[in-house]
């Protein structure tokens, strides 16, 4: 018996001195508990509205006053003109406009009813129904309250016309294919850049490498440089896959979106650089490489609406670079706005490059030292 609970101890020294499995024995699950229960949520909340409210009658503002009572609305703009509305769509400010008619009050009692058109964006088709039926439920409830108190006329009606942007037909193919693109490009070349470099160092040849005339940041780089034309490739691929078979439409600037592709799979490779020089083999880099997958589905707004998400999470998407990809991927190929509009994350792609690429070669300045 004290052998077996030797060797019990034993094993639990051998845990408690690798950090990187109490990390993944203790951390891992708090993580994951955490994603699931608050990332992973099939509610909508925090819609950003624009009203447009063409009465301002008692109606429609009793209206607007219960729109910004429900949680699953935040009115974030009160328009006077229509063509304002499309300039917040493309600068994604806002997922939803409502537009009241003219004589709001005093069309209730024609037959035909006073009209509400409600304009979604459709780049989410499953989001996008969702926020249609939110919307809808709220206003006939509150129809049906101000019958049932005889506030309003038995006659009295509501026409309302729901209209999705950019996705008239609602094809779920518009929304996963910005993701799969970014998650494929991260997971390759995060991945086979970092057992690359793990691979040299590992058979000894890195540091026969590093002893040649050329400067050790160009080396480095030199290894990058074919996985950045593979990945190239696969993008090329993938783009001709989604145009000729899946009809996925570029309705934006072929020239803005091969560019921030171009750019974000800099920082997929260079995040692969960062992996290489904390994983001590091959098997740890392409584990650590799987682990991106984690935060490139979960709290990139791929698969879940970020703004659904607590705070907390919400902030901590903000250093996932899948997130700000697929945001300007979806701006281009489905809403077709021109590069102007997706400057903020090609910016934020671009400094996340410089940081993780000075990050990891100062990591591997001080491990050949």
Known sequence: MKQFLSFVQKEFYHIFRDRRSMLILLVMPVVL???????????????????????????????????????????????????????????????MAIVFCKDFAARMQRPDGAGIQILIDGTEPNQASIRTGYIQRLLNKYLQSKLATKHLSPNFQIDVVTRMLYNPQGKSEYNFVPGVIGLILLLICAMMTSIAIVREKEMGTLEVLLASPLPPLCIVLAKLVPYFIISCINLTTILLFATLLLHIPMAGSWIGFVSISLLYILVALFLGLLISTIANSQLAAMLLSLLLIVPAVYLSGMAFPIESMPVPLQRVSAIVPARWYIEAARKLLIQGVEMKYVLKEALILMLMAIVILGVSWRLFKTRLE
């Not at 509205?49 to 974030?76: G, M, P």
């Open 33 to 95: 508990i955490t994603l699931f229960g608050f990332a992973i949520t099939t509610e909508v909340k925090n819609s950003r509205v624009a009203l447009l409210d063409e009465s301002k009658d008692e109606i429609t503002l009793d209206i607007s006053e219960h729109i910004a009572r429900n949680r699953y609305f935040t009115i974030v703009a009160d328009l006077d003109n229509r063509n304002a509305i499309d300039a917040l769509f493309l600068k994604n400010d806002i997922d």
